[in-house]
Nanobody
Framework: QLQLVESGGGLVQPGGSLRLSCAAS????????IGWFRQAPGKEREGVSC????????NYADSVKGRFTISRDNAKNTVYLQMNSLKLEDTAVYYC???????????????????WGQGTQVTVSS
């Protein structure tokens, strides 16, 4: 079965950190560009970050630049999202998605032919 599984979400205070993981099973992640997305209650899903299949190119939404870092370990078939200096507005369900492409994008529709995980909840609250 081909699937992506996110983990690492939780409850954290403002200014805190979390590291999300996106693990693939049933396929080799190294051939795929990976994106992280999030969806807060009542809002549309939005792109957060992405990384090229080769790992040598990344992109970030303006709202997370300088705070979030995406990385990948193809040997572990896993992509990570390190989130630092978390803010209340980062609260959302975070999803990873994979699409077979040399490039990466944080446009949700670009992952329509790819794989999506089930999401992990991140709550930033004091």
């Amino acid at each position: 079965q081909l699937q992506l599984v996110e983990s690492g979400g939780g409850l954290v205070q403002p200014g805190g950190s979390l590291r999300l993981s996106c693990a693939a099973s049933g396929f080799t992640l190294s051939a795929y560009a990976i994106g992280w997305f999030r969806q807060a209650p009542g809002k549309e899903r939005e792109g957060v970050s992405c990384i090229r299949s080769s790992g040598d190119g990344t992109n970030y939404a303006d709202s997370v630049k300088g705070r979030f870092t995406i990385s990948r370990d193809n040997a572990k078939n896993t992509v990570y999202l390190q989130m630092n200096s978390l803010k209340l507005e980062d609260t959302a369900v975070y999803y990873c998605a994979a699409v077979k492409s040399l490039w990466c994008t944080i446009v949700v529709d670009s992952y329509g032919d790819g794989f999506w995980g089930q999401g992990t909840q991140v709550t930033v609250s004091s």
